[in-house]
């Protein structure tokens, strides 16, 4: 349902502090703002019982079920988008402006 690339999967565990990325759980929201567009929001977070879980590169992810269906099959990637610029990307083909990437991260059309 998610995936977590290895870019991504380390970098969350150098941004949580832990080194082990059992202890970690990310959570991921996503909704639509009034122009349609896919605003995404991460963050660490504790389980709760109704949270779809799923672990991918050892990052535990959790997502409240309001926003599975809008994030079902994305992937996290950390990519240089410019010269010394990461970021955290979400690569969702539920985003009517989703495009891959390829493995250097540079866009391409979905």
């Known amino acids: 349902m ?3 690339t290895p870019q991504a999967a380390k970098q ?12 970690v ?3 991921l929201a996503a909704q639509r703002d009034p122009d349609g567009k896919l605003e995404y929001g ?10 779809h879980r799923v672990t991918s590169e050892g990052i535990n992810v959790l997502i ?12 996290i990637d950390f990519v240089e988008i410019n010269p010394g610029d ?7 083909p ?3 402006n989703h495009r891959r ?3 250097g991260g540079a866009a391409q059309e979905s």
């Open 2 to 4: 998610i995936t977590v």
């Open 12 to 23: 969350i565990l150098k941004s949580s502090g832990e080194e082990d990325g059992t202890k």
């Open 25 to 27: 759980f990310l959570r």
């Open 42 to 51: 991460m963050g660490f977070d504790e389980p709760k019982d109704d949270d």
């Open 64 to 75: 409240s079920p309001q926003y599975v269906a809008l994030l079902g099959g994305s992937t």
């Open 86 to 92: 990461y970021r955290f990307i979400f690569q969702n």
């Open 94 to 96: 539920n985003d009517d």
């Open 101 to 103: 990437t390829d493995a």
